[in-house]
């Protein structure tokens, strides 16, 4: 018999999660591409299912990049999957959340779910916004900088797993980014419960785009004030440009 762990979180509990997460070619979500992804469905707070595959994007993949997630144009071309059915596996899943209203978590999820949409319009011919996507968004990044906008520090994944007391189990890997980041989350909503107000399947998408226009609008104030260029607002989770 299987004993089902609870979190104790109501909202985590009666909820299924999608966690999402890429390593990726490079930064522009416009050009670049997939090099692996981590899909893993979260029942309540006991995983139900994991999708994890290398990619071949059909590219050779920077040495920059290579350098940060260690996955080479070797290894890709030799184990990782094709281009065109990675995305189509990942477009499959992400729509299977919408139509099913599951939540779709990521950190820094806007960067991912942007990246698919481009390359799904360039290579499956509709992007995941003509496909219909409509699930709502969790994104730790934006709750994070929402929750503590004065923490000093930097707030990528391995500092979110320091502050946040979630064990680590190594970086810029998919597979342990999407089960770090649901971690992250469950945490997260234990240390701060009143942010789970913000997170109504009806208004979540919402009120995260919300909450990163004014995280972005304060950090605008700042790089102007340093005689820095300001960054425009391109949407979200769907960025327009990189």
């Not at 416009?30 to 994890?52: E, H, K, R």
């Not at 992250?184 to 979540?204: G, H, W």
């Not at 950090?219 to 440009?241: C, H, T």
Request: glycine share 8%; hydrophobic share 45%.
């Amino acid at each position: 018999m299987v004993v089902e762990a609870a979190s104790g979180i109501p909202f985590i509990d009666d909820n299924v999660f999608l966690v999402f997460d890429l390593e990726t070619t490079g930064v522009d979500v416009t050009s670049d591409l997939p090099v692996s992804y981590s899909i893993l469905t979260y029942i309540g707070n006991n995983l139900a299912n994991q999708l994890y595959s290398l990619v071949w994007p059909g590219v050779n993949i920077p040495a920059e990049a290579s350098a940060i997630h260690g996955i080479s144009s070797e290894d890709a071309a030799r184990v990782g999957s094709d281009l065109h059915d990675s995305l189509y596996q990942i477009v499959l899943s992400l729509l299977r959340a919408s139509r099913d209203g599951w939540y779709v978590v990521g950190m820094n999820v806007a960067f991912d779910l942007s990246m698919v949409n481009f390359a799904a319009k360039a290579i499956l011919g509709e992007s995941l916004v003509d496909y219909g996507f409509t699930a709502p968004v969790i994104d730790t990044l934006v709750l994070d900088r929402h929750l503590e906008p004065y923490r000093k520090g930097r707030r990528n994944l391995d500092a979110l797993c320091v502050r946040y007391g979630v064990a680590s189990g190594g970086f810029h890997n998919a597979l342990e980014d999407t089960k770090m980041t649901f971690g992250v989350l469950v945490s997260m909503l234990e240390q701060f419960p009143k942010a789970i107000e913000l997170l109504d399947p009806t208004t979540c998408t919402t009120n995260m785009e919300m909450l990163h226009q004014k995280w972005l609008s304060g950090y605008n104030e700042y790089l102007v004030r340093g005689g820095k260029e300001a960054i425009a607002f391109n949407g979200w989770p769907f960025s327009s440009a990189s």
